[in-house]
């Protein structure tokens, strides 16, 4: 489960971390009674990404440019999804811009410092631009300091990037969070740093443990429960979308960069899951294996879907589980299975319906997991292990337009 922008800069504001004066627009006559200066910034508030590119951010600096902007994003649906709120925030010019994040890699279970030169990361080729401190004991300000000198930075910048680092640490741990991430991190021409734009990825099982994560897990699923089409897509950490390519993904960022890789390959992307999360109210444990069986037959249940597309990036730690998850859902192939969309008991035919299946890991784990799965006895072309992204979204974008 992740959280608005506004509702992060709430809590980095609380821990320490310097955001920009700014203000909650619940609706465009808000902008009468502004308490920051002109010119600002409005963004909407929405959990998908692209929101610059689809017009959902603009600058203005007179209140009736500010009410005129506001009443267009309100009305703007980015991927499908309108803003309830809008984030209003004072402007900021930046000399440079990096990247900072704490995440938890499950693959060494350990929390892990990013720091990159640059904001805008390629993930699917990182290089030298993304460096990274894995936390191995009891965090100290050593870790953030190593990590700013890993960035290469000099100076004042030093403290003030390590002093950053070590608040976004204090919250991931507070929150029992998934991931903490600053992007940008700009920097002013007196060397003043501000978090421009941050994200945070709230660990399910912590939901229980803590009540103000409880009441925004709760508020989360009331808000994406309101599916026209199926009912349980709202507790999915996803998008609801009516095209003939499913996606299931590892993460948010890879869910909308395959998404949109998808759209600009001439497909049509259909609903989209993200498998770090499960139900957003469930504060039961969960394996990735879990809810990558769940996602499968969800998207399966689908009619319109014909091909389902599988990006994993990063570490599989269990590459031999995830190819026996394939292996069930492919040998349901013209049998009855359970619709993910309907009550547990009840069943339906999927027949000729039932999609193909493309599946992309990005990682030291692709040539495991590719010999796995090739000793599967599928139909042909029912079952496609793939490394290069580009190369699954071409062939996933290709059968859909052979099939009809």
């Not at 890789?261 to 989209?272: E, H, I, R």
């Amino acid at each position: 489960m992740e959280l608005l922008e506004y509702q992060v800069k709430e809590w980095f504001g609380k821990i320490g971390i310097p955001v920009l004066p700014s203000q909650r627009i619940d609706h465009p006559t808000d902008l009468k009674r502004l308490k920051i200066p002109y010119p600002i910034v409005l963004k909407s508030q929405v959990y998908t990404g692209e929101r610059a590119k689809a017009g959902g951010v603009r600058f203005v600096e007179t209140t009736i440019d500010a009410i005129a902007a506001a009443q267009t994003i309100f009305n703007l649906p980015i991927w499908g999804e309108l803003p309830e709120v809008i984030l209003g925030e004072s402007q900021y010019i930046g000399e440079k811009e990096f990247y900072l994040a704490v995440v938890l890699d499950t693959a060494v279970c350990r929390p892990v410092l990013l720091g990159g030169t640059e904001a805008d990361i390629d993930w699917e080729s990182p290089g030298q631009k993304m460096h990274h401190v894995v936390v191995e004991q009891e965090f100290s300000a050593f870790y953030a300091r190593r990590l700013a000198l890993k960035m290469g930075l000099r100076g004042k910048l030093i403290q003030s990037v390590s002093s950053v680092v070590d608040k976004m640490y204090q919250l991931f741990i507070q929150k029992d969070l998934d991931l903490v991430e600053i992007s940008p991190l700009a920097v002013n021409a007196s060397g003043e740093v501000m978090a421009l734009n941050g994200k945070v990825s709230i660990n399910e099982r912590a939901i229980g443990r803590h009540p103000d994560l409880e009441e925004i897990a709760v508020k989360t699923a009331n808000r994406h429960g309101r599916s026209t089409i199926n009912p349980q897509l709202g507790n999915w950490d996803g998008l609801e979308l009516h095209g003939k390519i499913g996606i299931l993904a590892n993460g948010t960022g890879s869910m909308m960069a395959t998404l949109d890789l998808v759209t600009s390959a001439g497909g049509k992307p259909g609903s989209c899951l993200n498998l770090r999360h499960a139900l957003l109210t469930d504060v039961s444990p969960t394996t990735f294996c879990d809810r990558l069986a769940k996602g499968l037959n969800f998207l399966a249940a689908d009619k319109s879907v014909q091909v389902i597309l599988l990006n994993l990036i990063g570490g599989v730690t269990e590459t031999k589980e995830v190819a026996q998850i394939i292996s069930n859902f492919m040998q349901q192939d013209n049998r009855e299975v359970q619709s993910a969309s309907v009550a547990c008991s009840t069943k339906t035919r999927r027949g000729h319906h039932f999609p193909r299946l493309v599946v992309r890991i990005a990682g030291s784990e692709f040539a495991a997991a590719q010999k796995l799965l090739g000793r599967l006895n599928t139909k042909p072309d029912a079952l496609i292990v793939l490394e290069n992204l580009d190369e699954a979204v071409a062939t996933s974008v290709s059968f859909t337009k052979r099939d009809g």
